[in-house]
Nanobody
Framework: QVQLVESGGGLVQAGGSLRLSCAAS????????MGWFRQAPEKEREFVTT????????AYADSVKGRFSISRDNAKNTVYLQMNSLKPEDTAVYYC????????????????WGQGTQVTVSS
């Protein structure tokens, strides 16, 4: 069982930066690939980025490539999402997710989810 708690969301102007954190409970954090997804109002949840168990493999949605960066610290049971050059279209609730095994870009592949943190980017 893995419990996830996101933090770091907030209101930022376009062009600004935020860093989200996701703290995981349990001793098996290192056995789980991690992902970040987001959901804007009246839109479906969409993939943002994922990172492998050891942190050596990552993948990003085209919409965030070059602006967002995912990382993890297995000693601290935490995964991070550094978001730079934020745009109003990045406004959404951001969710952290975990799955045993390999990375995936599909939300249905993840069995554990956090409660989400709101990111609002003003123009």
């Amino acid at each position: 069982q893995v419990q996830l708690v996101e933090s770091g969301g907030g209101l930022v102007q376009a062009g600004g930066s935020l860093r989200l954190s996701c703290a995981a409970s349990g001793r098996t954090f290192g056995d789980h690939a991690m992902g970040w997804f987001r959901q804007a109002p009246e839109k479906e949840r969409e993939f943002v980025t994922t990172i492998s168990r050891g942190g050596t493999k990552t993948a990003y949605a085209d919409s965030v490539k070059g602006r967002f960066s995912i990382s993890r610290d297995n000693a601290k049971n935490t995964v991070y999402l550094q978001m730079n050059s934020l745009k109003p279209e990045d406004t959404a609730v951001y969710y952290c997710a975990a799955r045993e095994g390999l990375t995936s870009t599909s939300a249905t592949a993840y069995g554990y989810w956090g409660q989400g943190t709101q990111v609002t980017v003003s123009s």
